[in-house]
């Protein structure tokens, strides 16, 4: 007999967006900055104040950890989740695209999961017509597969990006002709 239920069996894609190993230095320096501000009063007290600090800090950024899960039925990011029958256009992106999605292309109205230090995004296109989120927008380690699970594309294979690089060869033979 097996343990596995029916809602497990078809999950798709499944990540834990774990912090990176620099935003472990936080805790550390706000724990060590706790213990030195009570060492003068006690050092006992400093060194138990660091470490109860330290401890708390790092159980809170363990059960802050988003995690993103895409089965058959839904998609769900975070504590946010929605139908599958409600995502559209599924676009990943990684590098400059991906910088630009987090900044100057950003709909105000977007659901974001965003982590600073992850490169890749993956857009979501929000197809309901009562919901006015235009899309999500999410961090990832593995967009390719993310995108792979919804049916999307990575974007340097599509339409637009082969446009924008055929604007920028261009651009460059252009520039190259006024130079000589």
Known sequence: MSNTSPEASNVLFQEKIWP???SWMWPVLISATGGI??????????Y???????????V???????SIEITSDTVSVGRASIE?????????????E???????????????????????VVKLEVVDERDTTPYWLVSTRRPEEFTAAL?????????????????????DEHHEEQTD
Do not use: C, W
């Open 20 to 22: 990176s190993f620099s």
């Open 151 to 171: 049916g999307g594309v990575m974007y340097e294979f599509t339409d637009e990006a082969q446009e924008a690089a055929q604007r920028e060869a261009g651009n």
């Open 48 to 58: 138990t104040v660091g470490i109860v600090l330290l401890i708390a800090l790092a």
């Open 37 to 46: 501000a009570f060492a003068p009063i006690n050092t006992a007290l400093g």
């Open 84 to 96: 599958r029958k409600y995502i559209g256009q599924v676009v990943g992106y990684r590098g400059e």
């Open 60 to 66: 809170i950024m363990i059960l802050r950890v988003p």
């Open 98 to 120: 991906a910088f630009k999605q987090r900044g100057q292309k950003l709909h105000g109205l977007a659901y974001m999961l965003l982590r600073g230090y992850l490169d890749a």
